[in-house]
């Protein structure tokens, strides 16, 4: 049985995935990583994940979860049967992002995460969607109940993060690139660079969406997703 890893973004758990999983194909074994609540590095992540699942891998990740499945392919490329990118970035980081994640500690070491998440939490959200209270309240609520001290340590995760360009011109496997047409958070521009590197890499933008793909639109997320999926499986006898 194949085996796919969901990985969730920052501050993320299984949550983020909960439209994507029921409708997920049931040939696949799947499991939602929690490496990045347990490291302090996308390098270290990402090789807490390859070790702690067997076999090929099939990955998907989410924003930072992305970051950490560029990284995996990286360390263990034989090993990766296929990558889906989903709102994700293969640069470091930069030094206004940097400044403003420093700032954001801050905040964070004083107790006032519920603040700065509650302040920013729209503009992961295209603006058609950050008018759906319900929908932003679920997503502030899932990244607070991380705490402050995991917003702390994957924040400064993401301001070391590795430059993941190098490496993906050497990837073999089918690579997946979803990315809302607008991201505030991690600009189109981003997803298509990775495109752009990737040999023979599918990009697919999500009409009126913003950074939080599969909560924003999971059904559109999902009619890409599965058929990649299931052309990733063995075929029957």
Known sequence: MSRLVLLPGLACDERLWEAQLPALPAALDVHVSDAHMRHDRIETMAEAMLREHAGPLILCGASMGGMIA????RQAPERIAGLALLGTNARPETPDMYALRESAIELFEQGEARDVIEFNAGFAFHPTQAGDRALV?????LVLDAGAQQLIRQNRALMERPDARSHLASLHCPVLVVCGDGDRLTP???SQEIAQ??????L???AD???MLTMEKPAFVNAA???WLERLLPAKA
Not at 137 to 141: A, I, S, T
């Open 204 to 206: 697919v933008w999500v």
């Open 225 to 227: 997703l599965i058929p």
């Open 188 to 190: 189109p521009e981003c």
């Open 137 to 141: 309240r679920r997503y502030v609520e």
């Open 70 to 73: 560029m990284e995996a392919a």
């Open 209 to 211: 969406c913003g950074h």
């Open 197 to 202: 590197i990737v040999p023979h890499a599918e």
